[in-house]
């Protein structure tokens, strides 16, 4: 079981450069969660999907985008990296049942210069 | 706005003590509470949840926790820890009818062998 899977797995920008991080899951889950994760700071959402098609705005949704074509697959695009931006990215996943937990990405570390 | 509170950031403890992480959490309606954990290098896992029946919650690897609601806590324990447990632990809440999860600032825990 792959559950889901985050690509790339370690990325290092140049502020003002772009790219978008894939998060895959199998477990046909409906929700899906992008998360950064910063030192001391918890993780904080940044973005959600609670069905294909549909995208919203977590607690730090600025500098980022979402898109969630497919079922299985949601993409966090940043469009011009900030130094801000350097992080831990976690997605995760769920059926959106309030008490079904989380299931988490092995997450990507991105470093922008 | 919900938030969620780990009053303690660093927890250093020998082999075989005992273990207690406290969470708090401010809403006053139904919760449903859930703590993670984070081994080194790894991503967030299950180690227990909460959402109804009965307030004392066994999880995985020992560790147990607490609803006690008029307290709005959920605090996790283990009464004798290994070595093995070094790792940081996220206590998170949802509410009402949402899936999103709002997460503690963590408390990693360094077990000296």
């Known amino acids: 079981n792959a559950g889901v899977t985050q690509t790339p797995k370690f990325r290092v920008l140049k502020t003002g450069q772009s790219m978008t991080l894939l998060c895959a899951q199998d477990?046909?889950?409906?929700?899906m969660y992008w998360y950064r994760q910063d030192p001391g700071m918890g993780l904080r959402l940044i973005h959600y999907s609670v069905g294909e098609g549909t995208t919203a705005k977590g607690e730090v949704p600025d500098g980022y985008n979402v898109s969630r074509l497919k079922k299985q697959n949601f993409l966090l695009g940043l469009e011009s990296a900030a130094p801000s931006q350097t992080s831990v990215y976690f997605c995760?996943?769920?059926?959106?049942?309030?008490?079904?937990?989380?299931?988490f990405g092995d997450g990507t570390r991105l470093s922008i210069l | 706005a919900q938030s969620v509170s780990q009053h303690n950031h660093h927890v250093i403890l020998s082999e075989a003590a005992s273990l207690e992480l406290g969470c708090n959490y401010s809403y006053g309606g139904t919760v449903n509470l859930f703590w993670y954990v984070q081994y080194p290098g790894q991503h967030l896992q299950l180690l227990l949840k909460y959402f109804s029946g009965d307030p004392l919650v066994k999880g995985i690897k020992g560790f147990e926790a607490e609803f006690i609601k008029s307290k709005f806590s959920f605090n996790l324990r283990k009464p004798s820890v290994q070595w093995s447990d070094t790792a940081e632990y996220f206590c998170?809440?949802?509410?009402?009818?949402?899936?999103?999860?709002?997460f503690g600032k963590g408390t990693k825990l360094s077990v000296k062998p």
């Open positions: 477990m046909n889950h409906e929700y």
């Open positions: 998170a809440v949802n509410v009402g009818s949402q899936g999103n999860l709002i």
């Open positions: 995760a996943s769920n059926t959106g049942t309030v008490n079904q937990p989380q299931h």
